[in-house]
């Protein structure tokens, strides 16, 4: 006899009470923890984020207005299935990101065996055109469409990478500091420029027009290969060697990783580098040159240098200055 699923039901008028942006923009934040071949989730019901229910990787969610969702999976791979649409599988791997709309349907949130850690946002739909403007009509035309006539929706077929600059904002927003009216205006300037960014910004700009066709097997293979690079910044990155690991050669490898991450695979790893370079020195309080060694540079002044060429200034700016 199958287990009854865990059953998330999402009351709009609940949760954007006291949100942001008009009380139209609301973010949580799930995290799924698996011991003793069990696992648990936190963050699930909008009621008592703090709750801790088990659960069986599956999640019925049904909400009673229209709602489109931003999903960041920070770590782990998560999936969400509407079940009047089945041709909208939403399959958000780690440290990838997508958006997608839902009318007033059911709908599953699937988290694969395994920790999970998730960063959700919640947007009602006349957000987006009140912030966007002309550009929403001019780049979202299929989600106005979408909403419209109540029909599913996901912005991207194969999920995008979360570049840096917005997970930073993530945790910006994640490890805001401040309590009472500073914390909401805190909170809502950081959440526009994420939602601008996110939507709009060079990295993810004319999404609807390009949307990235690849086989699952080869969108995978390169998932692959982010990941690795990701959890490797430290060690030596080849191109023969990645390639090796998604079973490409390396022109497959170049062209396709461009193709779905945006840029070359060589700026990728830079950026990414100065990125966490630039966590280690401001959020852990680094040295320039442990920062430098712990993103793969054994000599300082080389990672200087591209730091100043990737960021715009000198790593060392981002030091108080000694009075």
């Known amino acids: ?3 009854e699923l865990l059953r998330k039901e999402i009351r709009v008028k609940e949760l954007f009470r006291n949100s942001f942006l008009d009380n139209s923009v609301q973010f949580n934040e799930v995290e799924v923890t698996t011991k003793d071949n069990s696992s648990f989730v936190r963050g699930a019901d909008f009621s008592n984020t703090e709750l801790l229910q088990e659960f069986n990787s599956e999640i019925c969610v049904s909400s009673d207005k229209h709602l489109i969702k931003l999903h960041f999976s920070l770590e782990g791979t998560y999936c969400y299935q509407p079940l009047r649409h089945i041709k909208y599988l939403v399959q958000i791997p780690e440290n990838h990101c997508n958006m997608f709309y839902y009318p007033i349907t059911e709908g599953r949130d699937i988290f694969y065996k395994g920790n999970a850690k ?16 002309n550009e929403f009509e001019e780049s979202f035309e299929k989600l106005k469409n979408a909403i419209q006539n109540s029909n599913s929706f996901v912005l991207w077929d194969k999920s995008k990478f979360i570049p840096p ?3 930073s904002k993530i945790n910006e927003i994640i490890q805001c500091p401040y309590n009472g009216e500073i914390r909401k205006k805190y909170l809502e300037s950081k959440l526009t420029v994420l939602l601008i960014d996110f939507l709009l910004g060079r990295q993810t700009s004319k999404v609807s ?14 998932v692959r290969v982010e990941d690795h690079i990701r959890k490797n910044l430290k060690e030596p990155l080849k191109i023969i060697d990645l390639a090796d690991l998604a079973g490409f050669n390396s022109t497959k490898l170049k ?9 070359t695979i060589f700026k990728y790893i ?25 993103v ?4 300082p002044q080389h990672f200087t240098t591209a730091f100043k060429r990737t960021m715009g200034y000198v790593p060392s700016e981002l030091k108080p200055a000694v009075k």
């Open 209 to 222: 027009k390009n949307n990235v066709k690849l086989l699952n097997t080869d969108y995978l293979a390169l």
């Open 255 to 263: 062209r396709d990783f461009k193709k779905l991450y945006g840029v």
């Open 165 to 167: 600059n917005i997970r």
């Open 1 to 3: 006899m199958r287990e």
């Open 270 to 294: 830079t950026a990414l580098r100065m990125e966490v370079a630039k966590s280690l020195i401001t959020q852990d309080g680094a040295t320039i040159a442990h920062a430098a060694y712990e």
């Open 118 to 133: 998730s960063f959700e946002i919640y947007v009602k739909p006349k957000l987006l055109k009140n912030l966007l403007g």
């Open 296 to 299: 793969g540079y054994a000599n």
